[in-house]
């Protein structure tokens, strides 16, 4: 009798989580957040919302805008989170993204956020742009420590230099439109016909120059500051380097199809719970009352470059054409 009561008892809670299981609403997330730290987002929401399980779709902020774009008129995404400004400026205009005010909004700094009325995506992180200087390999090669985005198109770096192509990678759009807005379109073409002649290649993702820098592929990588503070954590032996006018942005969330489990998926990714698991990869991140500091993550203050996200949105295809047509030609080959 004991034993048959326990086998029921046994039953009937395995019936519960079963249901449980079953009774849990999947909400498909598009991210370009990078891979490493998607799993972290996914638990502490799905912690404190045990009935939503997020799954993430995840790219390269170039490909993941082309993505949402092409599925515009069907859209597979429910959320946007994780995707540049610029970005989330040009689905807005497209009518991707759906009007939202996530509770909490009040809390935010208003700065990352939507400028347009009827906002539609709200920032996460500001993230920024750097040089990754490998100065074991410099030392070897007798490369001198550049200090300004001039000091790149020296030829003593013929070869040594990896960069983001901005056609796929959000980082490398970054950069360029912080080069094309504060030099001006023709010396900022000009200037960037000079740095092809070092370039090694063009990679497409944002932080793999960085990466191929401190593993000694090449000894230069402009990438994200983020990846160069993490990789010198782990022993790199890299300088990041922050010339004045680098290119930065926010990662943003937005909403995408109206339901009440995507919206706490937007709410929960403004919330003072996900700033604090920001914060531990990005200095800077949207909640007011959220601060902290990432060892070795280079100073920024000064060397910003002045960005304007709707115009990054509006003229990104046509950038992008005429970079593609200048200088795709050393990109690696897509995966």
Known sequence: MKNRLMKGTLATLV???ATNALAATEVTVYTAFETDILAKYKNAFEKENPDVKIKWVRDSTGIMTAKLLAEKNNPRAEVVWGLAGSSMALLKEEGVLKPYSPKGLEDLKPNL???????AWFGNDAFFNAICFNEAVAKQLNLPKPQSWEDLTKPVYQGHIAMPNPASSGTGYMQV???LQN???DQAWNYMKNLDKNI?????SGSKPCVQAGMGEVAIGISMAVRGAKLINQGAPLAVITPKGIGWESEAVGLVKESDAAKRVVDWSVSKSANELYVESYPVVAHKAVTGNVN????VQG???????GKMGTERAEVLKTWSQKFDAKSEPKS
């Open 303 to 309: 060397a910003m470059a002045e960005m304007d996200f």
């Open 15 to 17: 019936s519960l989580l």
């Open 113 to 119: 956020n939507d400028p347009q009325s009827n906002q």
């Open 183 to 185: 030099m001006g379109e």
């Open 296 to 299: 070795n993550y280079p100073e």
């Open 200 to 204: 090694a290649h063009y990679t497409h």
């Open 177 to 179: 439109s912080a080069w």
